[in-house]
């Protein structure tokens, strides 16, 4: 890992730089993972100097930490990192103040915790101001557009100041511990992947659901909705690394290629088969966690008497190829449901024949993998009861991984502090290329377009459930349920 290297953080004053960022950066120097030379720098519009900043980043810092876990000594040590550079990016001249800042023979890389619309601007008045050189790197943070044509101008912009191997798009799940572990799982053991296709999977279920509204988003929410913010990308990169076949080699270039066949494998949603295969809801108000919540029109900041915006999206998505032909994914994504919990479940074919009869269509075993809010894995199997009544009575049990338990760590690290150690390293195989963009758009496009010609709207469902009625029949007329298991 190189020492030489410079981090500048635009927005340093903003939401995702004070929840995610900073505390993600005190972890890893905490932790002994950065070198002694590395410094940041704040950069925002706001009026201060670098000791202000000081102060205010270790006040948050000490009120984010768990009770009992602040540790003085190591912010003393990350503080003498840190600096703040005022910067209006809509003025071309400021620039100038990170060019007097930078040290020469460094590597700086600009992450840009900003609005998607001010990354053109930026970049550019980077170079004008000779902050970009061969080796400077970048880090966009999502959305990259808002379609296939949108995503293309942000990343041609980019692209004439930044080559693509100094481009990080991060999509943050895939700095999860347990979405890595998914290559791990599926390639170093033997048993799961000779099992990995349509031989033996029945189908494969993918949820993301937020317990949360809109918290105070809504003009700009009702611009994206739930399929461009979290299928475009979360959902679809989670599908990847379900599907993907394997890479030649662990490496960013080999990862991310097979990544992209599996985008371009999709068989697209269309207007032939939307309302088979494609249900969108909207929340009413209802109850979550034991408190009254308001429905999506009446949330703060609303703009109008109506909306046909999604916060809801559940699909049957169809792979066209060998591996899995005919194994349907199952994906949902909405706000204000049940829980929060972001889960694949994989759901592996029964016995051709059961000597159990009683167990027919219960005996399936499954392999659930969880992502928040507890990172683990576990096995579904079926064992005998201990029971002296019972000649061979039948039960589900569950093998189950724990990574916070296993690890024997106090915490499960951040998926962004996973994400600038790569950046650091100057790794992309954690970061989305700019052909998974394009290809990911291309198949919600066509799925956007096809809700556009059939006039499909929304379908109301009670904030605190787990969405409209209309996504229960999707996955039944199939035969199948949706897993709610623990």
């Known amino acids: 890992m190189s020492s030489n290297i410079d981090l500048v953080i635009f927005g340093a004053r903003g939401d995702l730089s004070k929840r995610k960022l900073f505390p993600a950066l005190f972890?890893?120097?905490?932790?002994?993972?950065?070198?002694?030379?590395?410094?940041?720098?704040?950069?925002?519009r706001q009026d201060m100097d670098s000791v202000i900043f000081i102060e205010q980043m270790h006040e948050e810092l000490k009120s984010g930490a768990k009770e009992g876990q602040w540790d003085e000594s190591a912010w003393k040590r990350f503080s003498r990192r840190l600096h703040y550079i005022k910067v209006d990016f809509?003025?071309?001249?400021?620039?100038?103040?990170?060019?007097?800042?930078?040290?020469?023979?460094?590597?700086?890389?600009?992450?840009?915790?900003?609005?998607?619309?001010?990354?053109?601007?930026?970049?550019?008045?980077?170079?004008?101001?000779n902050c970009v050189n061969s080796v400077s790197r970048i880090v966009l943070e999502k959305p990259i557009g808002d379609d296939l044509e949108s995503s293309r101008s942000v990343n041609d912009t980019v692209g004439q100041y930044f080559t693509e191997r100094n481009i990080y798009r991060i999509d943050h799940y895939l700095g999860k511990e347990t979405v890595q572990n998914l290559l791990a799982l599926r390639?170093?053991?033997?048993?799961?992947?000779?099992?990995?296709?349509?031989?033996?999977?029945d189908h494969v279920q993918i949820t993301v659901a937020?317990?949360?509204?809109?918290?105070?988003?809504?003009?700009?929410?009702?611009?994206?909705?739930?399929?461009?913010?979290?299928?475009?990308?979360?959902?679809l990169q989670l599908l990847c690394m379900v599907a993907m076949e394997p890479p030649n080699a662990l490496q960013a270039d080999e990862i991310r290629a097979e990544?992209?066949?599996?985008?371009?494998?999709?068989?697209?949603?269309?207007?032939?088969?939307?309302?088979?295969?494609?249900?969108?809801?909207?929340?009413a108000a209802g109850w979550v966690a034991g408190e009254p919540v308001v429905g999506y029109m009446e949330e703060e900041g609303s703009e109008s008497d109506s909306s046909n915006n999604e916060t809801y999206v559940a699909l049957k998505v169809m792979i066209d190829n060998w591996r899995w032909a005919g194994v349907p994914f199952y994906l949902r994504t909405g706000?204000?449901?049940?829980?929060?919990?972001?889960?694949?479940?994989?759901?592996?074919?029964?016995?051709?024949?059961?000597?159990?009869?009683?167990t027919d269509g219960e005996a399936n075993n499954r392999l659930v993998i969880n992502l928040q809010p507890n990172e683990g894995i576990q096995l579904e199997m079926v064992s005998k009861k201990h029971s002296l009544k019972e000649?061979?009575?039948?039960?589900?049990?569950?093998?189950?991984?724990?990574?916070?338990?296993?690890?024997?760590?106090?915490?499960?690290?951040?998926?962004y502090e996973r994400l600038f150690l790569e950046v650091i390293k100057g790794d992309q195989w954690l970061f989305v290329s700019r052909d998974e963009i394009e290809a990911s758009w291309n198949w919600c496009d066509t799925l956007l377009d096809a809700w556009d010609d059939k006039?499909?709207?929304?379908?109301?469902?009670?904030?605190g459930s787990w969405g409209p009625s209309k996504a229960e029949i999707l996955i039944e007329n199939d035969g199948r349920s949706w897993y709610e298991g623990k």
């Open 391 to 415: 000649r061979l009575g039948l039960e589900k049990r569950s093998l189950n991984l724990d990574f916070f338990d296993s690890s024997g760590d106090s915490r499960i690290p951040d998926a």
């Open 259 to 283: 990544k992209v066949k599996l985008l371009r494998a999709l068989s697209p949603i269309t207007a032939d088969n939307v309302v088979a295969q494609a249900v969108r809801g909207q929340y």
């Open 90 to 129: 809509a003025q071309k001249k400021e620039f100038a103040a990170l060019n007097e800042w930078a040290i020469e023979k460094r590597t700086i890389i600009y992450y840009l915790a900003t609005p998607p619309s001010l990354y053109g601007s930026i970049c550019k008045h980077l170079h004008d101001a």
């Open 335 to 358: 706000k204000r449901l049940q829980e929060k919990v972001t889960q694949v479940v994989i759901t592996y074919k029964d016995n051709p024949h059961s000597l159990f009869p009683e």
């Open 455 to 463: 006039k499909i709207g929304t379908k109301s469902y009670s904030a």
């Open 187 to 201: 390639f170093a053991n033997r048993m799961i992947n000779s099992q990995w296709d349509n031989s033996c999977i």
């Open 27 to 44: 972890e890893l120097d905490r932790a002994g993972l950065l070198t002694d030379s590395v410094r940041i720098a704040g950069v925002a």
């Open 210 to 235: 937020e317990t949360v509204g809109i918290e105070g988003r809504w003009s700009y929410y009702d611009k994206v909705g739930q399929l461009r913010d979290m299928v475009q990308n979360h959902l």
